[in-house]
């Protein structure tokens, strides 16, 4: 192993700070607003010294937001709740769904399993407007428009083809002879596909999983086409801080820095996964 | 206590004490600001209700659903909405949408042919695209069916203007309001284009607030050269259709010129008229010597942000952009001025453009008279009213409202808000040519102008590209 010199140590130091205050400036600069009012963000020039307020919080939580013609009124925690609700939920479903329908097209050769294979990957070419009118149609005559029920099967459109594709690369490179070795010690398909491949696989499954989370939570237009006010995401939600009388600055930084938490707790819980399962399943010899 | 309220709110529903004295006794009686607001709606619904002639409770029961923008406009109506139930006896729900998305989602419900809402929020614009496209109800039906409308709601003291700019007979470059026009909405409250401007920063600098275009690009430029970190005059620069509508296009229609010349049916491209060429290549030079830096980015928003910061000396834009920064948590609260602006110095009186927000009707709504039983309310005089002197409802669209002296003191805080108004009005309208094509035409006007400011191409040879281009549209659409 080569040493690196004081001044290779120093300049990579420098290197690497400068690298992470080039990517982490924007959001510490974000969270810094949402301690401040919208005229102290608004200074010319713009200031690192203020008095915090934790008004952007309380005005999201609480849904009351003061102006100076009323209170009016937030759904933002409605909106996060909503956001949570379909994201979790979708991902949910996709896994059931979708890992055995992985690990089918990575064991087996069956007719068509390439096209239906490819045709589900489809899903994530078309772009959402061009299926959202005609869904929107369908949604109402069925009675799912406005529901969560409809919006998570929607959201399959997002999740699925994600972790089927991801999963998929993964079995692939789990050698199937220690498949073959449980079973001929007399275990069931079952059996194997849950002790054997589906813990092997886990490391892909998570990666795949928050991948598909991150895209479900940041998604826009579909609960905006589908859905009334009151099943409407974060992406949405956040939105209503950009009104004619203007732009609520701080509220936006305070919600973006609530929105953004969750992802990126679960992305700090499952980093180790993340990087691994996406490495393994990416990287096929 | 709650008799003694009751007998306010009688006392001046049936005209036996004026405003005023309400106001006075109201607060002698302890009355806060919210109860009063709460006060003020139940007295416009006593005061509908009064007109024994009309059964306000005829859709009793009923629940509606609107479509709303999140919007001053939207949380005024909110604020009042219990006096319509009360009224009426009907419930009413409401989806708000953030403006951002607000028409995706409009467009998206009226495509799919969708029943859930019965009234929508609309521009006058976007009423091009949904009328003729049998989308939304001609509610002229309405208007003259005594037995539908009340005597008292007076469609003739909305502002004559603002009603023919509503209405539109589905014919490319026919006259707004003209032969056979249908109501496709009904005016709610609307904005004009004039001059606001930083009095701190004028006072300092000893400037005459400018009447025309040569002395606005003199005055921006002095600001600019003078006035350290200022910039001297804000307007929108995007690619998009609210590029012209605001400032340019009520400077532009000034100087004569016009969007297109309709002969016999066929709309001829008409940027590239003497009128348009002069008019353009100054306001081109306004933006490059004193304009925002990056002004190609400029919406609603940076406009405003920067007159209520104190970055720029002026705008040329909505008049409520400016009353907004006047009236918000801003730096320069209370030091922005108003005056009209004539952009041509040889003419008579200025054009403003406008935006009008307004109410429209779903034809795919189930409850359409019910519908309608709300829309009059909410444009009702006393509706209008609530909203203007108790929210941010301006500007107001009834004659009755501007007359008001409850409106005139809370307006008259903003230094010329109602002198510019006074000025501008009798010309202000839509002045675009109504025409299908509306935001391709815009969308490409605007991405032109940003070529010519940024100096790629000259103005006069740009003018004479967009014209080919936006006629070769017109004919690919039927329309030459």
């Known amino acids: 192993m080569q040493h690196m010199s004081t001044g290779e140590r120093v300049l990579r130091g420098i290197l690497i700070a400068l690298a992470l205050i080039f990517f982490l400036f924007p959001i510490f600069w974000i969270v810094l607003m949402s301690f401040q009012t919208n005229a102290q963000i608004l200074r010319i020039p713009p200031s690192l010294f203020f008095s915090p307020t934790l008004e952007n919080y309380t005005s999201l939580i609480t ?3 003061k102006t100076a013609s009323g209170v009016l009124t937030l759904n933002f925690m409605q909106n996060l709740f909503n956001s949570f609700i379909l994201s979790t939920a979708s ?29 589900l990957l489809s899903f994530k070419f078309a772009p959402p407007l061009l299926v959202l009118l005609p869904l929107t149609i369908y949604f109402q005559k069925i009675g799912l428009a406005n529901t969560y029920f409809g919006l998570i099967w929607v959201y ?10 991801i999963v998929r690369g993964y079995f692939e490179d789990i050698s199937p002879d220690i498949e073959h070795a449980y079973r001929i010690a007399g275990h069931s398909w079952a059996k194997t596909f849950f002790k054997i491949s589906i813990p092997l696989a886990r490391p892909g499954i998570a990666a795949a999983a928050l991948l598909s989370f991150i895209f479900a939570w940041n998604n826009f237009v579909f609960a905006l086409v589908l859905a009334s006010a009151d099943k409407q995401p974060v992406t949405v939600g956040a939105l209503a801080f950009v009104t004619a009388s203007g732009i609520q600055y701080g509220q936006i930084a305070a919600a973006a820095v609530i929105s953004i938490t969750p992802t990126l707790a679960l992305a700090l819980f499952a980093q180790r996964y993340l990087v691994e399962g996406l490495s393994l399943g990416a990287v096929k010899g | 206590m709650y008799d003694q309220e009751r007998d306010l709110i009688a006392a001046l529903a049936g005209h036996r004490i004026g405003r005023r004295d309400f106001m006075r006794r109201a607060s002698q009686l302890g ?11 139940q007295m416009a619904s006593s005061a509908l209700a009064a007109d024994s002639s009309f059964d306000w409770k005829a859709h009793k029961g009923t629940t509606l659903k609107l479509l ?3 919007h001053p406009y939207a949380d005024a109506m909110i604020a009042d ?31 799919s042919s969708s029943s859930e809402y019965d009234a929508l929020m609309t521009g006058a614009y976007q009423t091009w695209t949904y009328g003729p496209a049998g989308w939304l109800v001609d509610l002229n039906d309405y208007i003259q069916d005594s037995a539908k409308t009340a005597g008292t709601w007076d469609w003739d003291d909305v502002l004559p203007n603002l009603r023919a700019s509503t209405s539109w007979s589905g014919v490319p470059g026919e006259a707004l309001g003209g032969k056979g026009a249908k109501q496709w909405a009904l005016p709610w409250a609307f904005e004009l284009n004039s001059i606001s401007y930083n009095k701190r920063i004028f006072d300092q600098q000893k400037l005459e607030v400018p009447k025309n275009l040569p002395d606005l690009m003199e005055t921006a430029a002095k600001i600019t050269k003078d006035v350290s970190g200022v910039y001297g005059i804000g307007v929108r620069g995007s690619r998009s259709w609210a590029t012209i509508h605001p400032g340019f296009l009520s400077g532009y229609v000034n100087y004569g010129a016009k969007d297109f010349t309709v002969d016999g049916g066929s709309l001829k491209a008409a940027m590239n008229s003497p009128e348009a060429k002069t008019f353009t290549a100054d306001w081109v030079k306004m933006i490059q010597e004193s304009g925002p830096k990056n002004w190609s980015t400029y919406t609603w928003y940076q406009v405003g942000n920067d007159l209520g910061a104190g970055a720029s000396g002026m705008i040329f834009d909505a008049d409520i952009l400016g009353y907004f920064q006047n009236n918000g948590d801003t730096k320069e609260k209370g030091n922005i001025g108003f005056h009209a602006f004539a952009a041509n110095p040889d003419a008579k009186e200025p054009t403003p453009n406008v935006w009008i927000w307004s109410l429209a009707m779903s034809n795919f709504s189930t409850k359409k008279d019910a519908a309608w039983y709300f829309m009059q309310w909410a444009t009702s005089k006393e509706h209008d009213l609530f909203g203007a002197v108790k929210k941010d409802m301006v500007n107001p669209v009834r004659q009755s409202v501007w007359d008001n002296d409850d409106f005139k003191t809370r307006i008259a805080q903003n230094a010329g808000y109602l002198e510019q108004f006074k000025a501008s009005e009798p010309g202000a309208k839509i002045y675009f040519t109504p025409q299908p094509l ?34 070769d549209q017109m004919s690919q659409a039927g329309l030459q």
């Open chain 2, 68 to 70: 709303l923008n999140k």
């Open chain 1, 156 to 165: 399959q459109l997002i999740t699925l083809p994600l972790i089927l594709w």
């Open chain 2, 81 to 111: 909405l219990d006096a319509f139930k009360e009224l009426t006896g009907m419930d009413v729900t409401y989806d708000v949408f953030p403006e951002d998305v607000y028409f995706d989602k409009v467009t998206a419900a009226l495509s």
């Open chain 1, 91 to 119: 991902v949910a479903l996709s896994l059931v769904l979708a890992v055995p329908a992985a690990y089918a097209f990575a064991r087996y050769k069956f007719r068509f399993s390439e096209d239906i294979a490819f045709t």
């Open chain 2, 438 to 471: 509306f935001f391709d035409v815009t969308t490409a006007w605007a991405a032109m102008l940003q070529r010519l400011v940024a100096k790629e191409l000259p103005v006069d040879e740009g003018l004479d590209q967009l014209v080919a281009s936006i006629d």
């Open chain 2, 31 to 41: 009355l806060g600001a919210a109860a009063m607001s709460g006060l003020m709606g």
């Open chain 1, 63 to 65: 849904g009351q937001l």
